[in-house]
């Protein structure tokens, strides 16, 4: 199966070396949250080259930008402005930006590139490429700074409304941390204190305003920031409250393709995202479980769907998230199973 889900994501990669979304409508573009968990996924495939590239793709376009990082620094957006803050998706050929209209101020995405250029260094893979790509990274702990990250709110992994979301604040936490460990850059430490108390004081939430989320369990994997009691509160409340028959509810009452009867849409991937952590965790059984339970929503025998909505997947299929998801789901129980014991 997984050559099969690789092959699927893979197709939905430019020339470019950037990934769309799916093959759908405005999907058609690279997220740089979506386009970097797609990328990851080659580290666990033990496919480096194809990793380092997929990494220099998000340094390019974020070098083409730069000089919006730098005025971001000087001058940091407000919520009137958010199309001022680095945007969240671009073309997937010019890597030109594609609206301004959009919740761009997406945290979560940065932590995410923080983290993953870090843990690679400590693997010895090397992704920047020259001063050049250091400086960025030492803009972006500047702009992370700037937009003062630990008390600010962002539009989340979902893009929707401003609000203060743990998942976000824990993204960029662990992404300085890592830096910082690694000596990449210089990390304030006073940013990663104040990252660990806004955490802290909002945690196992997600918000204010909501209990429990989908991207709570990034604070499990691929960050692994929480406690172990923390992350049990998570998970169970996952279970609990968004688990349905095809996939996760991204958050209770979530509107995006909501069904006749009121049951918010369903995600496929969640059920990868469960079985990845519970791998993690060494549970072989809960993580095949959950392994099973995202293969049983595959469509025409190759495609994961975003979701579902009464039964029915959406047109965004597929995800080339989801099959990223499915792909390290697939690698992480496999070498769980097989592992001496």
Not at 30 to 52: A, G, M, S
Not at 75 to 103: C, L, M, Q, R
Not at 143 to 165: I, Q, R, S, T
Not at 214 to 236: C, G, K
């Amino acid at each position: 199966m997984r050559a099969v889900l690789l092959r699927e994501m893979e197709n939905l990669q430019k020339p470019s070396g950037a990934f769309i979304a799916a093959p759908s409508g405005d999907y058609r573009s690279c997220w740089l949250r979506d386009h970097l968990y797609c990328v990851f996924t080659y580290f666990y495939l033990n496919d480096f080259e194809k990793l380092q590239r997929g990494i220099w793709v998000v340094f390019d376009i974020l070098h083409k930008y730069r000089w919006k990082i730098e005025k971001a620094i000087i001058t940091p957006p407000g919520s009137h402005n958010v199309h001022e803050f680095i945007h969240a998706k671009y073309d997937p050929d010019t890597f030109n930006e594609i609206t301004n209209d959009w919740g761009h101020h997406q945290l979560d995405a940065l932590g995410l590139l923080l983290h993953i250029v870090a843990d690679l260094d400590f693997k010895n893979i090397r992704v920047i490429r020259n001063e050049n790509d250091s400086k960025l990274i030492q803009l972006l702990i500047f702009y992370l700074l700037a937009v003062k990250f630990w008390k600010n709110p962002d539009n989340g992994m979902w893009e929707e409304g401003l609000d203060f979301h743990s998942s976000s604040v824990g993204a960029i936490v662990a992404g300085l941390s890592y830096i910082n460990r690694r000596q990449i850059v210089v990390v304030p430490s006073s940013m990663i204190n104040a990252g660990c108390d806004a955490l802290n004081a909002i945690l196992p939430n997600e918000s204010s305003s909501r209990e429990i989320d989908m991207a709570s369990l990034s604070l499990i994997w691929p960050y692994n920031i929480v406690s172990r009691e923390i992350a049990d509160t998570i998970l169970s409340r996952a279970k609990s409250k968004l688990a349905q028959r095809h996939g996760l509810n991204r958050y209770w009452g979530d509107n995006y393709f909501r069904s006749r009867s009121g049951v918010s849409g369903e995600w496929p991937m969640g059920f990868f995202w469960l079985s990845i952590i519970y791998s993690q965790r060494h549970e072989a059984e809960e993580a095949r479980h959950w392994f099973d339970r995202g293969l049983a929503e595959i469509v025409f025998g190759i495609h994961i769907p975003e979701l579902y909505k009464d039964g029915e997947s959406n047109n965004h299929t597929p995800l080339a998230w989801a099959h990223a998801l499915a792909v390290i789901a697939e690698v992480k129980l496999e070498q769980e199973i097989n592992k001496p014991h």
